[in-house]
Structures are given as structure tokens and as C-alpha cells.
């Protein structure tokens, strides 16, 4: 198997562990009503002013009660999901099964890759290559990715072999949009970039390695996109229309 990319983190599903939140926002429980005196309890109780931390709106509301018991009471009665009202009349909701975040698996930062037998329930191999000892420059490119959760990628941009961009009219610019990859003639060895993703990065990698013909086929679809938002009906959807080309937005 080929490995097509390594990275320093990732997220994997641990049906075991348990996640918690207000039922104003996590689970949409209760009535209406309910729900509006709940949210005015967390208000008053709970949330703080955020303040921004390079750039990004950082939350300090204080912390939710501890759950522990209330996991223990729920696997006693083979529950899967649990509600609890704590001493200011906030109701919690609970639910097991969630998404964990994994980090390095060591002191040198050895970095993951996905297995042939990988699956979202299941933890990823680690690899040979540390941050300072990365995969062969020739063949990778590393990539800082923000979205869902931040970590450093090294994606294989040398055994790409087509690309497509694809996208939905929206009142965002690269709101639904996203860039498929892939590394067989059939396309189905296939990653993908998406709209959280930083694409200039990688249009420029694809120059790196003289892919200019993938960039081409990128900036039409995204030319008809452009032109589509320009063109369109619905005034909220034109305002994000970005007055100028692919080739002038990615270039500038």
C-alpha cells in the first residue's frame, strides 16, 4: 500500500466516552419555552464575555458540572444518552459516543498514517517520519489545515493523477465547495480538500510539481462558479461574488 499522506493529529471515534452540553444547544431538547428559560439561566449563570486570541473569539464561560456519576448511573442502566438539571435549574444533556482528537503518540512526535484496514473507529499506524525527519520533499508537501480541529498534513502531491473542484451556489464564496484528488486512473484512490481548507496552498503545490494542467481544470470550474454567483437570482448569493477571476484571486 501506498501511503499518500501523514499527519500529526487526528480524530477518531471512542464509542465509549461520553459529551456533554446544554440542552439549549446539544441535543434540542425540552419546549420552546423550556429551552428560552434554560439559555437565560446559562446567560446569567455560566457565560462570560470571549476575548480574541490570534484572531480567534476564545470561549471562557466557566465549566459545566462534573458528569462522572451520572456516566457511572447511565452504564449501570445500559443508557446511551442521559439528562440532568444541576443546582441553578439548567438542564445538561448527555450522550455517549464521540469523536476524540489524538495527538503525537511520542516525545519525538512520530506522525500517523492510515492503514489499509483503517476505519473511523479504529487508531492509525504510526510512521517512521517525525516533523524535524518529515517524508521525502520530493514527493510531499506539508500543509497546516485549521478545520475540524488544527493539525499539520503531508499530502502526496507528486502521484496525483486528476483533480476536480466542485461546488454548490451558495451566499458564501467557498461555502459547500470542496477539491477531490486522486492517485489511480480509475479515481478511486481518492483524498480531498474542503472549503475550510486553505486551497491556495495547494494550487500552489501543484505548480511545485508542474501540474499546471490540474490548476487549469481547477480555475474553469471555479471561473463557472464565480459566474454563477455573479449571475444569480438571489442578491445575497451575487454579494459574494468576488469581481475578479480564479487566476487574479489565487495570484493576487
Not at 470561549?59 to 445500559?78: M, T
Not at 448527555?94 to 489499509?116: F, Q, R, T, W
Not at 472549503?195 to 496552498?201: E, F, P, V
Not at 494542467?213 to 471555479?222: A, L, T, Y
Request: hydrophobic share 25%; charged share 35%.
Amino acid at each position: 500500500m501506498e501511503v499518500r499522506k501523514y499527519f500529526d493529529r487526528y480524530s477518531y471515534f471512542n464509542p465509549n466516552k461520553w459529551v456533554w452540553g446544554p440542552a439549549t444547544t446539544f441535543g434540542r431538547i425540552g419546549t420552546l419555552q423550556e429551552q428560552e428559560e434554560w439559555n437565560q439561566i446559562y446567560q446569567k449563570t455560566r457565560m462570560r464575555r470571549s476575548t480574541m486570541e490570534h484572531g480567534i473569539p476564545k470561549d471562557n464561560d466557566l465549566n459545566p458540572p462534573d458528569f462522572h456519576s451520572q456516566e457511572r448511573d447511565a452504564e449501570q442502566f445500559g443508557l446511551s444518552e442521559y439528562d440532568v438539571t444541576d443546582t441553578f435549574g439548567l438542564k445538561w444533556h448527555g450522550k455517549k459516543g464521540a469523536n476524540v482528537i489524538k495527538g503525537s503518540p511520542d516525545y519525538e512526535g512520530h506522525l500517523y498514517y492510515n492503514s489499509e484496514e483503517y476505519d473511523d473507529d479504529y487508531e492509525c499506524e504510526i510512521s517512521e517520519f517525525t516533523p524535524d525527519s518529515p517524508p521525502d520533499p520530493d514527493t510531499f508537501v506539508k500543509f497546516k489545515k485549521d478545520y475540524p480541529f488544527e493539525r499539520n498534513e503531508w499530502i502526496d502531491i507528486k502521484n496525483i493523477k486528476g483533480v476536480e473542484y466542485k461546488y454548490l451556489v451558495d451566499n458564501h464564496l467557498f461555502k459547500d465547495t470542496h477539491i477531490d484528488f486522486w492517485y489511480d486512473e480509475k479515481g478511486e484512490e481518492k483524498e480531498s480538500l474542503y472549503s475550510g481548507d486553505n486551497y491556495k496552498d495547494f494550487i500552489d503545490a501543484l505548480k511545485q510539481f508542474g501540474k499546471n494542467n490540474f490548476v487549469e481544470q481547477i480555475f474553469k470550474s471555479m471561473n463557472e462558479h464565480f459566474e454563477k454567483l455573479k449571475n444569480s437570482e438571489r442578491k445575497e448569493e451575487r454579494d459574494f461574488w468576488p469581481g475578479k477571476t480564479a487566476e487574479e484571486w489565487f495570484n493576487d
